[in-house]
């Protein structure tokens, strides 16, 4: 199995800043995957990144709002810009079993309130 | 992607078996289910997946009918550390790229 981390774990950040949630892996992958869990809600995907190319956003999601970065095989960030209330959840990463596409690992998630 | 429907939320008490049902009406041939566990304030884990009858891992089962249209996820003897949100998942390794797409989830709250 994978081990992953977030950092940071939990923030609260003022409307109209930005912050940047990193995900760190024990092991190299392939693809990685952003979500967001509103409180009480169930997971949404945001966006898949995979390392040298660009992220693949899912509808209601844009590149500005929030930004991904893939520098390497272990590591991920995903900004999330321009705060509004609106914009506390949970954050999570995740990282595909290495031979089985539809069994992920999860980080422990980064929850973020905005005032 | 095939919609998954379950119920909101269970009740149970420690000791007893635990069975929750996923409705797929429209699963496809290459889809498979897969179930995962999230405990508050910690992301999902991966619970156990199949395809078709039955699997059993150290954890539950999973009992899948002839026609697929529904799986069943089966805890046994459940204890207060069961309490959690269990997801049902319909996916196909071909076509999603790996993504998983979540539903509502069953919230179990198993009592003293």
């Known amino acids: 199995s994978a081990v992953i981390s977030q950092k940071p774990s939990r923030d609260i950040c003022q409307r109209g800043t930005s912050l940047t949630i990193q995900c760190q892996v024990d092991s190299q992958v392939t693809m990685m995957f952003w979500y967001r869990q509103q409180p009480g809600q169930s997971l949404t995907l945001i966006a898949t990144?995979?390392?040298?190319?660009?992220?693949?956003?899912e509808s209601g999601f844009v590149i500005d709002k929030f930004p991904i970065s893939r520098p390497n095989l272990t590591f991920s960030t995903l900004t999330v810009s321009n705060l509004s209330p609106e914009d506390s959840s949970i954050y999570l990463c995740?990282?595909?079993?290495?031979?089985?596409?539809?069994?992920?690992?999860f980080g422990p998630g980064t929850r973020l309130t905005v005032l | 992607l095939a919609k998954t429907t379950q119920p909101i939320s269970m009740d149970s008490y420690e000791g007893q078996e635990v069975n929750i049902t996923c409705s797929h009406n429209n699963i496809a041939t290459n889809d498979y289910i897969t179930w995962y566990q999230q405990f508050p304030s910690q992301g999902p884990r991966f619970i156990i997946q199949g395809y078709k009858t039955k699997v059993t891992n150290e954890v539950a089962s999973l009992f899948i009918p002839a026609d697929r249209k529904s799986s069943t996820l089966s805890l046994p003897r459940v204890s207060l550390s069961d309490t959690a949100v269990y997801y049902c998942l319909v996916q196909s390794p071909d076509n999603q790229g790996g993504k998983l797409i979540f539903g509502q989830g069953t919230e179990l709250s198993v009592k003293p």
């Open positions: 990144a995979n390392q040298g190319s660009e992220a693949t956003y």
């Open positions: 995740s990282v595909e079993h290495f031979n089985n596409r539809l069994k992920q690992f």
